[in-house]
């Protein structure tokens, strides 16, 4: 190898340190600092309307029942569906939501629930009033089950009827971020509805079906 080669070979090394991705940092929790050993739980800030990675232990900490009037809290991993709900077509009219995909939760700060679907922008909100999803959230028992902030009522409209699930708040917005990364055109696109499909055949697998009472 001559001196200019060299050369060449130690500057291509240099530039690959700032090309080459950057190696992956460790998840750590947002409110204590610790890592989350490669799986963690989210948290509800109820002040920001955000969610935060948390450590087992924090995790912990919010499920106290103590802690269900304060600034965090803990988000459950409850999957739930109702064989015997009624939302159907006409049911679904009612929403009057541009795409077949709306979630809702109890907000507990506006004691009110909340209609929220994606959209190429992200989580969009209904401003249809709500009294009309009244009539909608009656016809299944899982409405009345939901923990507020924490878990949302998911429903999808398709070609063989209206999907209901109660599920964690934080699917509903992984869901949404990935429909905001995929979407393309008017309608999403095939790759958009591929992930759609792959997430409620998910949730299909996961989800028990509710029995009443305390599930």
């Not at 809290?73 to 795409?99: F, N």
């Not at 998910?202 to 079906?209: H, I, K, N, V």
Request: glycine share 10%; net charge neutral.
């Amino acid at each position: 190898m001559t001196v200019g080669q060299g050369a060449v070979q130690r500057r291509a090394t240099g530039l690959r340190r700032f090309t080459a991705p950057a190696p992956p940092r460790p998840e750590r929790c947002e409110l204590c600092g610790a890592g989350t050993g490669g799986g963690h739980r989210h948290l509800v800030d109820t002040e920001r309307r955000t969610l935060a990675c948390a450590c087992r232990a924090c995790a912990m900490l919010f499920e106290n029942p103590g802690s269900a009037h304060g600034r965090f809290r803990t988000v459950p991993d409850r999957w739930l569906t109702d064989p015997g709900h009624t939302v159907d077509d006409e049911a679904w009219e009612l929403l009057r939501i541009p795409v077949g995909v709306v979630f809702f939760f109890r907000n507990a700060a506006l004691d009110r629930f909340v209609a929220l679907y994606p959209s190429p922008a992200g989580a969009t909100e209904s401003e249809l009033d709500p009294a009309s999803w009244q009539q909608v959230l009656e016809r299944t028992r899982l409405a009345a089950e939901l923990q507020p902030d924490v878990e949302a009522l998911l429903l999808r409209r398709d070609g063989d009827g209206c999907a209901c699930y109660l599920v964690p708040i934080d699917a509903c917005y992984e869901l949404v971020g990935r429909m905001r990364l995929l979407w393309q055109g008017f309608d999403g696109g095939a790759e958009a509805r591929a992930a759609l499909d792959n997430f409620f055949t998910s949730a299909a697998g996961r989800a028990r079906p509710y029995q009443g009472g305390t599930a």
